[in-house]
């Protein structure tokens, strides 16, 4: 169950930079069960797209968990399009997948390190 902390923590992730477009959160079974868009951002993806896409990025984290007691725990996925960036953050302790697309001249590391994580680790 989704509770307002986790939807304020999508509204700060959204307001917390310029170069992010869009921020979602995933369950285990691939469905986007809440997600945003930045002000003015025209989707890429309709809607039935997105919701394959989103299956299919959860299906390829699932399909790393038996490499993580060698290789350690997954922190992010990271995909680059011609048109965006797109950022897989496993929330385990919701058993959620927090998605995150950027423009492709966003920082992502500086705002996964500086944005991201601090809210994540305050929403546990």
């Given at each position: ?80 399009y011609e ?33 991201v994580f ?7």
């Open positions: 169950m989704m509770h307002d902390s986790t939807y304020d923590v999508l509204n700060q992730i959204l307001d917390s930079d310029e170069g992010i477009r869009f921020a979602g959160f995933v369950d285990r079974n691939g469905r986007l069960v809440m997600h945003a868009y930045h002000d003015g951002i025209e989707p890429l993806l309709t809607e039935k797209e997105a919701q394959k896409s989103t299956f299919l990025t959860t299906l390829k984290m699932t399909m790393r968990e038996p490499f993580e007691e060698k290789l350690g725990k997954v922190e992010y996925s990271l995909t680059v048109k965006v960036k797109r950022l897989t953050i496993p929330v385990k302790k919701q058993g959620l997948l927090l998605l995150i697309s950027t423009e492709r001249s966003a920082d992502h590391e500086r705002i996964l390190e500086q944005k601090p809210m994540i680790a305050a929403m546990l």
